[in-house]
C-alpha cells in the first residue's frame, strides 16, 4: 500500500443521486486512505441544454438542479473552495437521504448548516456566477468526453466518468474499489468498462 497521497478531483451535480453515493465512497475511502480532494461544481442541466431528445419530466428537472449548482458556484466564488464540499453535503443529505424536491427548503436548511445567510439563496436564481460555473462544468466534461453524466472523478490527473456504484461500500470494500480504480487510472490506456445498472440508488 502506498504511502503517497493521492490527488482527487471530484465533479458533481448537487441533484444526482449517483453522484452522491460516489460521493460518500470517496468520503470513506478519506477515512483510509491519503487523499486531497478538491470539488467542483459541474450541472446536468448544462450537459444537456443542447438535447432535444429528452423525456419532458427529466427536462423539468432542470430548473430545480440548476439552482442548486449556482449556489455552490457562488459560495465558491465568494466564499472560497472550502465552503464547496460542507454546501454539497448540507444539500444532498436533503435532496437524497432526505427524498426533499422542495428547493427552497432544502437552500434554506442548507444555508443554515453551514452558517451563510438566508439572503445567499437569491444567489441560486441568478446568472452572475454562471461563467464560472460553466468552466468548472466543462473543465470535468472535457477530460471524459461529452457522452457522459456525473460524476467525474480525475485520480491523480486521469479522470473518468464514474464509478456508478449503489450502495457506497463501507469498510474494506470501499477500499478495494478504490484500490481497483486507482490501479485503472496508472494506465494511460485504460478507457472504458461498463455493465448496465441493475438497482437503484440507494442511500442507506
Known sequence: MTSEKTRVDFWFDPSCPWAWMTSRWVDEVSQHRDLDVTWHIMSLAVLNEDRDDLPEAYKAFFPRALRYTRLVAAASELHGAAIVKPLYDALGTRIHPGGSTDSDAVIAGALEEVGLPAEFAAYADSDEFDPQMRASHFDGIQR?????????????????????????????????????????????????????????????
Open 144 to 204: 471524459v468526453g461529452q457522452d457522459v453524466g456525473t460524476p467525474v472523478i480525475a485520480v491523480n490527473g486521469v479522470a473518468f466518468f464514474g464509478p456508478v456504484i449503489s450502495p457506497a461500500p463501507k469498510g474494506e470494500m470501499a477500499l478495494t474499489l478504490w484500490d481497483g480504480v486507482v490501479a485503472a487510472a496508472s494506465y494511460d490506456g485504460f478507457f472504458e468498462l461498463k455493465r448496465s445498472r441493475t438497482r437503484d440508488p440507494q442511500f442507506e
